[in-house]
């Protein structure tokens, strides 16, 4: 398993980021690196999505993904992927801080063949991107 992990304080209570995180149908308006999720928030729901690959091709990919975790205000996660090749478990997690800020964590656990050959430093290479979706966060909550 190879993991990216990001972080950054948001200047918005954790409600109002869970709100910006669970509302799919917004991320278009908000997020340049996935294009569109189709699916409600419910844990075990099956979401479809269109993201641009993290490796700065512009490329896209559509894809499916299972929410494996959701507690309000606290976590969401999602898994998806080809197994045995690449399956990630994308996942945020918010802790309130002081003067109703959150620290948002980021990332994603990367398993399978492609992580395992590619190695630590092909998949770090892709930390920006994520770094990318939380400054498109905390401009698009500074905005809401």
């Excluded at 709100?19 to 729901?45: M, R, V």
């Excluded at 499916?64 to 994308?90: A, D, M, Y």
């Excluded at 918010?94 to 430093?121: C, H, M, S, V, W």
Aim: proline share 5%.
């Amino acid at each position: 398993m190879k993991r990216i992990e990001t972080e950054i304080i948001l200047n918005a209570e954790p409600t109002k980021v869970w709100q910006a995180l669970t509302d799919f149908e917004s991320y278009e308006k908000w997020c340049s690196s996935i294009k569109f999720i189709e699916g409600k928030p419910k844990l075990n729901e099956i979401v479809k999505m269109e993201t641009v690959t993290p490796d700065g091709s512009g490329k896209t990919y559509i894809g499916k993904g299972k929410i494996v975790e959701l507690i309000p205000f606290k976590s969401l996660k999602w898994r998806g992927g080809i197994v045995g090749i690449l399956v990630g478990l994308h996942f945020w997690h918010l802790e309130p801080i002081e003067n109703n800020k959150t620290r948002l964590i980021q990332g994603e656990d990367f398993y399978g063949l492609y992580p395992f050959f590619a190695g630590r430093k092909k998949i770090q290479s892709f930390k920006p991107f994520y770094e990318n979706i939380n400054l498109e966060l905390k401009e698009y909550l500074s905005k809401i």
